[in-house]
């Protein structure tokens, strides 16, 4: 599974590959990343990426020429190195405010390697007042929101899906079983995860909840999912809802 990251910072994006229990998945080459700086593809002596917006108003454009050569030489390369013939399947993915919210079921569906996006993904990190609007209709098939709020850029975005997407490969957790007990997997309904403790037994005069000390792994399973429904009642009325639970 292959992702092509068009940025202005990919100094931004290249410590996160190299880290924590994710880099698993980046230096087995199950998620192989590759970082494209924008400004290579860019002309003139200054290497210009962005212009003033027609129309007036505050910001910056990104140009669509030097996005639009970027991605020709991904395509390029990709079919260079790849047995498929085209990669005018490809998907390319701008994140916006516009864009579909990354939830857990969409991270799963962009994590099946036998699936739909199992080529991965052309990725790209807008910045400054987003990009022309020719380019996106030309090239762009897939909008990706992080939630109802504005970044600098889209490489925190792109981050958190390929972090997202990463954790669900097979060999990256520690416990290949894991996720499923995660916060909104379909294991536990798409509720909230319930509250965790370990040792010590107290801790600052605080014990933990006796039903976890039992030994009863059926009464600690109903009292993990009393605690599910009741986190997600509390601070997630919407998913009951939605879910008529």
């Known amino acids: 599974m292959r992702f092509d990251i068009i940025t202005l910072f990919p100094e931004l994006i290249q410590p996160f590959l190299s880290v924590g229990i994710a880099r698993r998945a980046f230096e087995s080459k199950q998620i192989d990343v590759h970082l494209w700086q924008l400004r290579d593809y860019a002309e003139g002596n200054y290497k210009r990426v962005d212009d003033r917006p027609f129309g007036g108003g505050p910001g ?37 405010p516009i864009g579909q919210p990354i939830a857990q079921s969409v991270v799963e569906t ?36 992080l939630g109802d709020f504005v970044l600098s850029g889209g490489e925190i975005a792109a981050v958190a899906l390929l972090d997202a997407i990463a954790r669900l490969q097979p060999g990256v957790l520690t416990d290949e079983q894991s996720h499923l007990q995660d916060s909104f997997n379909p294991a536990i309904s798409g509720l909230l995860d319930c509250q965790h403790y370990t040792r010590p037994e107290e801790w600052r005069g605080i014990g933990v909840p006796e039903v976890l000390m039992s030994g009863n792994h059926a009464k600690i399973e109903a009292w993990r999912q009393a605690q599910r429904l009741a986190l997600t009642k509390n601070l997630r009325p919407d998913i009951i809802d939605a879910k008529k639970l």
């Open 60 to 96: 910056m454009v990104m140009l669509a020429e030097p996005l639009a050569a970027c991605l020709a030489a991904i395509k390029h390369t990709r079919e260079a190195t790849s047995s498929k013939a085209s990669t005018s399947a490809i998907p390319v993915v701008l994140f916006s």
């Open 110 to 145: 962009w994590a099946d390697a036998g699936g739909e996006f199992g080529e991965g993904a052309i990725l790209i990190c807008g910045r400054y007042e987003g990009l022309d609007q020719r380019f996106i209709d030309a090239h762009v098939t897939h909008q990706l929101s």
